[in-house]
């Protein structure tokens, strides 16, 4: 099982480098211009993509100027100079949408990082600026009985954000920009 279930991961890897290189490049941009504008970006992740959270603010190495959205229970004071980074597992998360919705109207950029597994359940997409689609839909590997299991959500978005993360600190470092 593990064998499969490593292919499969690398795949799901592979989709994303493949079909989302423009979007990441796009979204680094975006980082760039609001770290160079003083801006922060704030993270949030629903349910198991709190991990792209913990990783982009806690993790070994970092973006400048980088914090949770929520603490507290309460979101951060939002300036227009602020990036919004938000993970769910589906882009049919409605409270995902409305989190969204709510930072774009607080004048902040937001970018929203999910699956998208069909073309009509993109509430969340429609209420970001940008989307970074993790490609995860299922679970990886076929079980004896017909179910799959597996299903690395959180992986495929903590690959999203480390692509994030090498683009902006190579944009960064092309720049001269030390922020």
Same mark, same amino acid.
């Given at each position: 099982m593990l064998k499969i279930f490593t292919t499969q991961l690398m795949g799901t890897f592979n989709k994303i480098q493949e079909q989302e290189e423009m979007m990441i490049e796009d979204i680094s941009r975006v980082f760039t211009q609001v770290?160079?504008?003083? +801006?922060?970006? *704030?993270?949030? +992740?629903?349910?198991?993509?709190?991990?792209?959270? *913990?990783? @982009?603010? *806690?993790? @070994?190495?970092?973006l400048p100027a980088t914090d949770f959205l929520i603490k507290g229970g309460k979101m951060a004071e939002l300036i227009p100079q602020d990036g919004v980074v938000l993970a769910t597992r589906f882009s049919e998360d409605q409270k995902a949408?409305?989190?969204?919705?709510?930072?774009?109207?607080?004048?902040?950029?937001?970018? +929203?990082?999910?699956?998208?597994?069909?073309?009509?359940?993109?509430?969340?997409?429609?209420e970001v600026d940008f989307h970074l689609d993790t490609k995860q839909v299922d679970a990886l590997v076929p079980g004896e009985d017909g179910n799959r299991v597996g299903f690395p959500s959180a992986m495929a978005a903590l690959y999203c954000y480390f692509a994030l993360f090498l683009t902006t600190t190579e944009i960064l470092q092309e720049h001269e920009l030390d922020l």
């Open positions: 770290l160079s504008a003083g +801006g922060t970006l *704030y993270f949030h +992740g629903v349910d198991e993509m709190q991990a792209v959270s *913990y990783e @982009a603010v *806690y993790g @070994a190495q970092t949408a409305d989190l969204a919705k709510e930072a774009r109207e607080k004048g902040a950029v937001v970018i +929203g990082i999910s699956a998208t597994r069909k073309e009509e359940e993109r509430l969340f997409v429609n």
